[in-house]
């Protein structure tokens, strides 16, 4: 953009933008590429961690404050992000358990799940298995339905949801929409960015909000029945041409605002509407919203998360012993590979350590060692990766959303590891159990060739002992053992007690990041 003659240094997204969202009020944010429409709800939402927000939001006439604001907020991203091995079911009363307070009980939260499960017409598939995007599990529509169900168990005043209806077909898109519409039916706010509408889709919408390339609105107000309100204020703009019978409101209007009819017609939209009845309207109602009832307190809660630390150690773990129960292709294989391993180098190295006559021999047996556990290591950590990754995207939306701290989600992920990698150990033979402890690979190897071979005396073709050789050619020594266990314990928790805070300060979120490079492309989310 500098080579193109941007001369600033920070561009401006969103310029002077207003609007009042309401209770049981379905609002469309619409617009080009490029118009800033995502970037008004991140930033609405409180997703926006970049750049340099400045004007006021307020929620009942209160300034918005984002960790009260979180807990009666719910977020719908476009790219729908559950953890692939629980059911519907199980999503829904994680969600509930973690977002609700913790006054309500345990028979009160699955009475509420099973509401919202009706409402969102999701009972048939109570015991599914989410799965992956496009491999098994639920298909897209489905998905986007959980994803709606997820943050309505939270049960939230205010929900923003990011294209709804993107990637379904059209009966697919009906049944979403239906879900949306009967949400709103319940009396709560609910804000929708949507794309290239059906005219059925757009007409479900009660209000629009529309932008223009640059981050300004061109309309913001009620669409009508049959958009006869929408119709009639864009047809009230000289030399617009009017719609013909049949066509689609939302292309018309799409159409006949865009910044080549603006220069054909020697018009600014956003001028027009700006000195418009409606938009005085607009400005009276937030001037009215904008100051809290009489009698009225703003809303506060005592604690950032709903639940305490020890409910949410607990409900992370349980959502990840389900995940891990439920993937054999992780586990299983975890437990075959292990065995089969263990029975190629039992093979491999039969009666290796009984051969202790020359330094040859207690060489290949401590290189035996060495190649076992390197093998065994990169096995292990090759196999969790794609589990991890997979939670890690999930992790990100449920931290976004409130649900819990990065400790409790932390200290869960490692526990679920250790009835697993316990199990692994116990084919293992007794001098061996100890050398899965630790890393770094020195001192595994320390510990491991120090224990097996300190108490022989046997004397090599040289006429040194098995003792004398490791502390002469290795510089191992048996009293040092103690630090090496030492080593061992510190070097397993220092990782885990590190990764809380990593996940906290860090957020390596490559589905979003895909996204805004994407929209960068068109100059609609460059500050991602």
Not at 273 to 292: D, F, G, M, Q, W
Not at 362 to 380: E, K, P, R, T, W
Not at 428 to 438: A, M, N, S
């Amino acid at each position: 953009m500098k080579d193109q003659g941007v001369v600033e240094d920070r561009l401006l997204l969103l310029k002077g933008v207003s609007g009042a969202f309401r209770p049981a009020v379905l609002t469309a944010l619409m617009g080009v590429s490029g118009a800033g429409k995502t970037t008004l709800m991140d930033v609405l939402a409180g997703r926006k961690t970049g750049g340099y927000i400045e004007g006021d939001i307020k929620v009942s006439g209160y300034p918005k404050k984002q960790e009260t604001f979180a807990r009666i907020s719910g977020y719908c991203e476009q790219n729908d992000i559950h953890s692939p091995h629980v059911t519907i079911y199980e999503s829904l009363l994680y969600s509930a358990w973690l977002r609700l307070t913790s006054d309500v009980d345990e028979h009160k939260r699955k009475m509420f799940v099973d509401e919202v499960m009706g409402l969102v017409e999701l009972n048939p598939l109570k015991d599914a298995l989410v799965g992956l995007p496009g491999v098994n599990g639920l298909s897209t529509e489905q998905r986007k339905r959980l994803t709606i169900a997820v943050e309505l168990v939270a049960n939230p005043s205010i929900i923003f949801m990011d294209e709804p209806t993107s990637g379904l077909d059209a009966r697919a898109a009906a049944v979403v929409m239906r879900t949306v519409r009967n949400t709103v039916d319940t009396g709560r706010t609910v804000v929708c960015t949507i794309h290239q509408p059906s005219i059925d889709i757009f007409e479900a919408f009660d209000e629009l909000f529309l932008m223009k390339r640059g981050g300004q609105e061109l309309y913001v107000g009620p669409i009508g029945r049959n958009s006869c309100e929408l119709i009639e204020y864009f047809e009230a703009i000289i030399g617009v041409s009017k719609i013909k019978d049949g066509y689609n409101p939302a292309t018309w209007m799409m159409e006949v605002s865009t910044s080549a009819q603006e220069i054909a017609l020697g018009v600014d939209f956003t001028s027009i509407y700006r000195n418009s009845e409606l938009h005085k309207r607009n400005k009276t109602l937030i001037a009215k919203l904008s100051v809290p009832c009489p009698g009225t307190k703003d809303l506060f809660f005592p604690t950032q998360y709903s639940q305490s630390f020890l409910v949410q150690c607990r409900a992370c773990l349980w959502k990840q012993r389900w995940s891990y129960w439920r993937n054999p292709p992780y586990t299983a294989v975890r437990f075959v590979f292990t065995t089969f391993i263990g029975i190629i180098f039992g093979t491999m190295f039969w009666n290796l350590g009984g051969k202790r006559k020359n330094q040859q021999e207690l060489n290949n047996a401590i290189d035996s060692m060495y190649a076992a556990v390197l093998f065994l290591g990169v096995q292990n950590a090759g196999a969790v990766q794609p589990v991890v990754d997979i939670e890690r995207t999930v992790f990100y939306r449920e931290r976004a959303a409130g649900m819990y701290s990065a400790f409790p989600y932390a200290f869960a992920q490692v526990l679920v590891e250790i009835p697993y990698v316990l199990v692994k150990t116990i084919s293992i033979p007794v001098w061996w159990r100890w050398y899965c402890w630790g890393n770094p690979m020195a001192w595994t190897i320390y510990g491991m060739v120090t224990s097996q071979f300190r108490d022989y005396t046997d004397e090599l073709t040289n006429g040194e002992t098995v003792k004398e050789y490791l502390n002469r050619y290795f510089g191992y020594k048996h009293s040092f053992l103690g630090l090496v266990v030492g080593v061992h314990i510190g070097g397993c928790c220092l990782p885990h007690v590190v990764i809380a805070p990593a996940f906290t300060s860090r957020n390596f979120d490559h589905v979003k990041a895909q996204r805004s490079f994407i929209n960068d492309l068109d100059q609609d989310e460059s500050l991602d």
